[in-house]
């Protein structure tokens, strides 16, 4: 799976996340198979993404960035029909490169129509905000808070702005 750099950087879906989860999206966007679907097992996620790391992130902190990606409309989370646990990551087609791995088809597809609501609602929030935005740009432009960075005047804008 291919990374745009323009949407890791600038993306308004990854830039809702917090520090910690910006940071580690590449790697666990790294772990999703050939189809951009992730097996949700956490310890095991753990087990493979930070292999050699000396300190490891913890089981809740990994799912806690998962939860993020998930309300950002990142990552759709569904059940596979056995129970398991599955993420397929919101991304374009050809990110996830032209062939796929035999062993990946194994692995459950989300059920469509309720990937496609997922999707419209990041479509129906992303309008919402549209007003948010521009608030967000004059938020650029205003003088800077001491003690208060421009990033929480936004986000505090945002709210604002959706409430």
Same mark, same amino acid.
Request: aromatic letters at 10%; proline letters at 6%; a positive charge.
């Given at each position: 799976?291919?990374?745009?750099?323009?949407?890791?950087?600038?993306?308004?879906?990854?830039?809702?996340?917090?520090?910690?989860?910006?940071?580690?999206?590449?790697?666990?966007?790294?772990?999703?198979?050939?189809?951009?679907?992730?097996?949700?097992?956490?310890?095991?996620?753990?087990?493979?993404?930070?292999? @050699?790391?000396?300190?490891?992130?913890?089981?809740?902190?990994?799912? +806690?960035?998962?939860?993020?990606?998930?309300?950002?409309?990142?990552?759709?989370?569904? +059940?596979?029909? @056995?129970?398991?646990?599955?993420?397929?990551? @919101?991304?374009? +087609?050809?990110?996830?490169?032209?062939?796929?791995?035999?062993?990946?088809?194994?692995?459950?597809?989300?059920?469509?129509?309720?990937?496609?609501?997922?999707?419209?609602?990041?479509?129906?929030?992303?309008?919402?905000?549209?007003?948010?935005?521009?608030?967000?740009?004059?938020?650029?432009?205003?003088?800077?808070?001491?003690?208060?960075?421009?990033?929480?005047?936004?986000?505090?804008?945002?709210?604002?702005?959706?409430?």
């Amino acid at each position: 799976m291919m990374i745009d750099p323009e949407s890791l950087i600038h993306g308004e879906r990854i830039r809702a996340c917090s520090d910690e989860a910006q940071l580690h999206f590449p790697r666990l966007l790294a772990a999703s198979n050939s189809y951009g679907r992730l097996h949700m097992k956490v310890q095991r996620i753990i087990a493979a993404v930070y292999a @050699d790391f000396v300190s490891p992130p913890s089981k809740e902190q990994v799912t +806690k960035w998962l939860k993020e990606y998930h309300d950002h409309f990142l990552l759709f989370v569904y +059940k596979a029909p @056995d129970g398991s646990l599955w993420g397929q990551w @919101d991304v374009p +087609k050809a990110m996830l490169g032209k062939y796929r791995k035999k062993r990946d088809q194994n692995s459950p597809a989300p059920p469509a129509q309720e990937f496609r609501e997922f999707k419209e609602r990041y479509l129906s929030a992303s309008r919402k905000a549209a007003p948010a935005a521009r608030l967000n740009a004059n938020a650029a432009n205003t003088t800077h808070v001491r003690g208060t960075s421009t990033r929480n005047v936004r986000r505090a804008m945002v709210s604002y702005a959706l409430a």
